[in-house]
């Protein structure tokens, strides 16, 4: 389980296809702190588990299918990615609960500024439509966020200045993809309630 709340930004040094699986190679150094072999870690959100640690690189293997389903697929060398150590019970809990299981992507229409807000407004595939809820939790890139605005399918939040700093959103541009996690609860409320209609 994460928070949502990133730690830092990591460079990703290699990204390669092995027979078994893609192995990635990134560059941390607050998150590489109090790491052991097999411990996850959320990159855009994605729960990866460490398969190598060597002083501030951590490497991980990435199945295809998370490939398929994430932005990890357009990573390159050089690119930054958002990371965060999973959750610990023994201490404050900011965010939401996020399980780094990500629904899909969605696309960047806007990145910009109204007023003095930075307003983010990404497109989501019409199938999670129903989970964009005004002022609901959601993951982006493995951000906790608060959707501010809700038009169809298209959602905008606000961003404060901190998360532009810590994390690779301020990077980002027009037409990029990023990856969404959606409220567990709804979910499970969702597979509940459609069973009671049966």
């Known amino acids: ?11 990703v040094l290699s990204f390669h296809e092995q027979p ?8 941390a150094n607050l998150v590489a702190q109090e790491l052991e072999l097999g411990d996850s870690v959320a990159i855009n959100g994605c729960c990866l588990s460490v398969v190598e640690i060597s002083k501030t690189i951590l490497t991980f293997d990435v199945l295809e299918e998370t490939r398929r389903l994430t932005n990890l697929k357009n990573i390159d060398p050089g690119s930054k990615v958002n990371l965060e150590r999973s959750l610990r019970f023994n201490g404050r809990v900011g965010g939401h609960f996020l ?6 992507s969605g696309k960047i ?16 595939p019409r199938e999670f439509e129903h989970y ?13 966020l608060t959707v501010a605005e809700v038009e169809e399918n298209v ?4 961003l404060i200045p901190h998360t532009l700093q810590v994390t690779g959103l301020g990077d980002l541009k027009r037409g990029d993809k990023v990856n ?7 979910k499970y409320t969702e597979k509940i309630l459609s ?3 049966r």
Request: with cysteine.
């Open 99 to 104: 399980t780094g299981h990500v629904d899909g």
């Open 109 to 124: 229409v806007e990145l910009g500024i109204r007023a003095k807000d930075v307003i983010l407004k990404i497109e989501v």
């Open 155 to 158: 959602l905008t939040v606000w």
């Open 20 to 27: 078994e699986a893609w192995r990635m190679r990134v560059r």
């Open 180 to 186: 969404l996690e959606f409220d567990l609860l709804a």
């Open 1 to 11: 389980m994460f928070t949502g709340l990133v730690e830092e930004k990591g460079e």
């Open 195 to 197: 069973k009671q209609e």
């Open 132 to 144: 964009l809820v005004y002022k609901g939790c959601i993951g982006i890139d493995g951000i906790s």
